[in-house]
């Protein structure tokens, strides 16, 4: 079925609400199930992607849905007030490209960045795309835009804590929370291509003058910047692709593992890797559990242990 053959003449977004609408009516989808997503509904229902976006709009917009970051598109609980369509839609008057903005960042929130565009963000507003056009001139303005406003989003105090190394742990910090909010922020750039935004440099400028003063080379203090910036980017890189994972799949991280406990037991049966098999048969009933937010301590605490010597012209400690 085409979008032009929608029953009755009715909008196939309309149609396509009424049948998801249904499956909640139902039971088949329960408070805090996930409903399909932006792409999931134009592939299921053979529409385009705004056509989709315009779709869970509109149960979003009646609180039969909510978007949930990371979580995607979820039915609402039960009891939520539902919120009625606004007696005047969006008109190009009230466009601005800070609308636009904040709304393709929610949508790469929730759905990620793949299910961002124009159309969609236009459908989400309820204006035509060109409109949108007339403020961002395409995608790929609108990323940079993006991300300078979620860099944006967090600054620091001034006068700044005494001390370089509580500088450098509240600057990598900051960002992880930045990265741990917009997931997508990691996937937009190398460390060999950075990307050249103000609000970006924001938390670049904190971290070298956290590290100026200290007798280091310029060579040697950027390069620790850059390697302060990795360790968050480097993990940071996994939220967004454990997010795509998981919605592609349908499975979550413990689920992906159980249906692989075959392949896992035979390496370990193996006798090929004897300290693999020796470290994972020493974990408990649960196994091992590996949780980015600890990883990203254990990796900063790391490298501001290894660095102190360099930062502080002091001899490493033989051993």
Do not use: C
């Not at 990795?230 to 998981?246: D, I, T, Y």
Request: negative net charge.
């Amino acid at each position: 079925m085409t979008e032009l053959t929608a029953r009755g003449g009715e909008p196939p977004y309309l149609r396509i609400a009424s049948e998801i609408r249904q499956r909640i009516a139902e039971g088949e989808l329960a408070p805090g199930d996930r409903v399909p997503s932006t792409r999931q509904v134009a592939k299921e229902w053979n529409v385009a992607l705004a056509t989709a976006t315009k779709a869970l709009a509109t149960l979003r917009t009646e609180g039969l849905v909510e978007a949930r970051p990371r979580a995607g598109t979820v039915v609402a609980s039960p009891g939520q007030p539902r919120r009625r369509k606004p007696a005047l839609a969006p008109t190009e008057q009230d466009l601005t490209t800070t609308r636009i903005v904040r709304t393709a960042i929610d949508i790469a929130d929730t759905e990620g960045l793949p299910a961002l565009s124009m159309r969609g963000i236009a459908a989400r507003l309820g204006v035509a795309p060109m409109s949108a056009y007339r403020h961002v001139t395409g995608k790929d303005d609108l990323i940079l835009l993006m991300a300078d406003a979620a860099f944006g989003e967090e600054t620091y105090p001034d006068p700044a804590p005494d001390g370089w190394r509580a500088r450098l742990e509240l600057g990598a910090r900051t960002l992880w929370a930045l990265h741990r909010r917009h997931p997508w922020l990691a996937q937009l750039s190398s460390l060999t291509r950075p990307l050249l935004l103000p609000n970006l440099m924001v938390h670049g400028e904190w971290s070298l003058s956290a590290l100026d003063g200290h007798g280091l080379d310029t060579t040697a203090l950027f390069d620790i910047h850059v390697l302060l910036f990795s360790h968050v980017q480097g993990l940071a890189v996994h939220l967004e692709r454990e997010a795509h994972a998981a919605a592609t799949t349908g499975q979550s991280e413990d689920q992906w593992m159980d249906s692989r406990a075959h392949t896992l037991q035979s390496l370990v049966g193996s006798g090929r890797f004897p300290t693999f098999a020796k470290v994972v048969g020493s974990f408990d009933d649960g196994g091992y559990d590996l949780h980015l937010d600890t990883l990203f301590e254990l990796g900063l605490r790391a490298l501001l242990d290894g660095l102190t010597p360099v930062i502080e012209g002091t001899p490493p400690t033989r051993r």
